[in-house]
């Protein structure tokens, strides 16, 4: 076959249609057979792949990138209908030596470490490249839909003096003359943004410095943050509820072909059903499992109280009003009952995928109850500040991306819809 770069526009595997007359692919070799003195070679771009046909038989490695001329012609027994009769082929790079992983099967049979370790090869296979077309669309719908209601995006710092909201659980860097670490949240830098721009939101890494060993925990995750000033937590949940409608509207008109890959559907929001954290503690009294009154659901609760809701009808659920020991220093009380907050979880089909509720809005009060989680209110000066200057009651949340990714495309391992996974164990690749 003759090897030869065209000038021809490059079409992509998804646009090639029957007569379209002389084209140009590029992508990768993803898998190549001869069959009656014919070579069959799926090519695989970012849209899909596409069946080539070549006279004679062709010494292609998997994964090779080629450049090819040809013609589109109709062929029911084509995958798709149609496939394109080679007239050159350009070998732009070859594999230096044997694959790790074979990415060409319909199912990558590699367990997770094995992928993740080969993770510049795996993220080629089909369904794991679904996995994160849909996480973009994700943040797509995110930051459409917000900007749409009037917020602004902002970018805050990673680096900071001390701890975020309080406690452990900082990774300490190196920076000159004082200590410094990795921002936990942008939390407390977007309530002080709340006081200029009263709508915003970031899109952003954040970083705990915990010894995970679960499926659902990272180190490093991207957090989808939301604050908003002149709302209470009714609004506050009546926001979320239509952002997240946006994000999987967005999905399931955009992602299409990937939700096709996965075999998933993107659920569409309604109402989200709401129960306060003593309901849903009586709920799953009822199928045996008890909590103390301080006590917050654990995983194991989440998963039960999944299923009792999905039994409903309800993959979703707001769960309300925790107590304030199981909630940070800037949670507001319930005015009804101080001893819990106006916060919430968002559980999707049993693990929680959002975080937040309204925050304390006053200086005096806000700095008492700092003292009360045993936090000194010196060492938040900087975020004070737009407290003394006067902050309008206020709310937000965060939505973990992974975590959502992950129970919409149903992966078992929160690791699989993490592009490159930090964990207590992994820094590389």
Known sequence: MERRVSALPRTLAAEVRPQQ???RLAGSVHTVRTLGGVAFLILRDRSGTIQVVAPGALDLPREAIVEITGTARGDPRAPGGVEVAATGITVLSQP???LPLDVSKPVLHAALETALDHRALSLRHPRSAAIFRIASALTGGFRRALAAEGFTEIHTSKLVGSATEGGAGLFRVEYPDRPAY??????LYKQICVGAFERV???GPVFRNEPHETTRHLNEYTSLDVEAAYLDLDALLDLETRVLGAMLKEVAGTATSALNQLGVKAPAIGRIARLRLEEARARLASRGKRYAPEDDLDPAGERLLGEVLAEEGHEFVFVTHYPAAARPFYAAPDPDDRALTLSF??????????TGGMRIHDLALLQENMQ?????????TGYLEAFACAMPPHGGFAIGLERLTAQLVGAPNLRWATLFPRDRRRLDP
């Open 345 to 354: 979880d968002l559980l999707f089909r049993g693990i929680e995928v959002t």
């Open 372 to 380: 009360r989680f045993g936090l000194d209110p010196a060492a938040f």
């Open 201 to 203: 939101f970031e899109i």
């Open 96 to 98: 230096a030596g044997p």
């Open 21 to 23: 007359g002389e084209i």
């Open 182 to 187: 990795l921002a936990q949240s942008p939390q």
